[in-house]
């Protein structure tokens, strides 16, 4: 969780805020570029969990089954179901509606551009890792006794 929560504060937080023009803005134009560099944090973010979930169960680390492999079969391309697209950008959106009344406190208080994304992302970056942990809850599975 440290390598998404580094990306998400360093891109979207630290250099995507020192990129915000200098007033309050809606134009396209004028906030491109930090947009293209929270794009490449969700680069990031992937690849890193992708690497580290290999690694970790290369390593034998958090492993409940030895007969298990490091790489899922491929299953194809498959329409996603539905209702848990909408479940899960629910929660999407609800996380990204918090972070950005988080942000709007802090600037509100007097807070710098800068270190209120860092910290609305911060925060953002925490929850936003156990996001599909909060579905699986939220459906009531039994997330503790998997195996």
């Given amino acids: 969780m440290a390598h998404y929560v580094a990306a998400t504060v360093f891109f979207n937080g630290y250099i995507s805020g020192r990129m ?26 992937g690849f890193s969990n992708a690497l580290v979930a290999y690694q970790l169960h290369s390593n034998g680390y958090f492993v409940a089954d030895d007969r298990t492999t ?15 697209v909408f479940n899960k950008s629910s929660i999407r ?3 990204s509606a918090c ?26 970056a925490c929850y936003a890792q156990c996001r599909d942990l909060i579905h699986d809850i939220a459906r009531g599975e039994d997330v503790a006794n998997r195996g």
Wanted: aromatic content about 10%; hydrophobic content about 45%; glycine content about 6%.
């Fill in 70 to 84: 490091n790489l899922r079969d491929h299953a194809g391309a498959q329409w996603p179901e539905a209702e848990t």
């Fill in 99 to 124: 972070r950005n009344v988080v942000y709007a406190r802090l600037r509100d208080n007097g807070m710098s551009v800068e270190f209120a994304t860092e910290t609305a992302q911060g925060v953002y």
């Fill in 93 to 95: 959106y609800l996380l």
């Fill in 20 to 45: 915000q023009p200098n007033r309050e803005t809606a134009e396209f134009t004028e906030l491109a570029a930090p947009m293209i560099v929270g794009a490449i944090a969700y680069a990031v973010r």
